[in-house]
């Protein structure tokens, strides 16, 4: 059955890499383990470019490394959205007697990546780019776009779920897909980029520590 894949990359990234040594992630290498039966043709990989924050200086370098290492994989393209920072008025967890109870913070949003998923995700359906289409996410906002290509358009609909058992999102699961599967720690583990790479710019190096 061929198969497109569309990957919500922070939702990846917070409900299964984050904090794991699973961060050196082939995505084509994933795909092919949860869906052993399917003709994987495309994969489209959701995300926004970090910028360096305070103890974190080495993150845009390492996720540049990402970036390149995903570009040598022939089926992976990769959708950037970006990210917004602006004033929030915020209520003190602790306020002190007499005291504030709101500060001003700067909040930072990742903007695009959900709307570019839905957008590529009903547009590659309504040209049945593909027979199949698997979502990597478990953001609620796709129940829609996930329910219009599966009941409307009669297509067959999976989510490969990022996020630990226990959250997964009762929205999403209410558009009643095709199927279901929990992504768990062994597929991940097995599905690592080699610790070096090369592509035209040289030699590509897992960062330390993923």
């Known amino acids: 059955m061929r198969t497109n894949v569309y990957i919500d990359g922070f939702n990846l990234y917070y409900g299964s890499l984050k904090g794991t040594p699973y961060r050196w992630l082939d995505l084509e290498a994933l795909c092919a383990r949860m869906l052993p039966k399917n003709d994987v043709q495309r994969v489209r990989y959701f995300t926004a470019r970090v910028a360096a924050r305070t103890g974190k200086l080495h993150d845009p370098v390492h ?26 008025t915020m209520p003190l967890a602790n306020p002190s007697p007499g005291g504030p109870r709101f500060a001003e913070v700067l909040r930072t949003e990742e903007k695009g990546s959900d ?16 027979d199949a289409f698997v979502i990597v996410s478990n953001d609620s906002d796709l129940t829609e776009p996930m329910r219009i290509v599966c009941h409307e358009l009669g297509l067959v609909v999976g ?12 929205a999403l699961l209410s558009c009643k897909p095709t199927f279901f599967k929990q992504i768990r720690a062994g597929v991940l583990a097995a599905s690592q980029f080699p610790p070096t790479l090369t592509d035209a710019r040289g030699t590509i190096t897992k960062p330390v520590g993923w």
């Not at 996720?63 to 929030?88: I, M, S």
């Not at 709307?115 to 590529?120: M, S």
């Not at 989510?159 to 959250?167: A, F, G, R, T, V």
């Open 63 to 88: 996720q540049d490394a990402y970036l390149r290492a995903l570009a040598t994989l022939p089926t992976v393209t990769v959708h950037l959205g970006h990210f917004l920072t602006k004033p929030a």
């Open 115 to 130: 709307v570019n998923l839905a957008t590529y995700l009903l547009a590659d359906a309504f040209r049945r780019d593909a």
């Open 159 to 170: 989510i490969l779920n990022p996020q630990p058992p226990h959250k997964r999102s009762r």
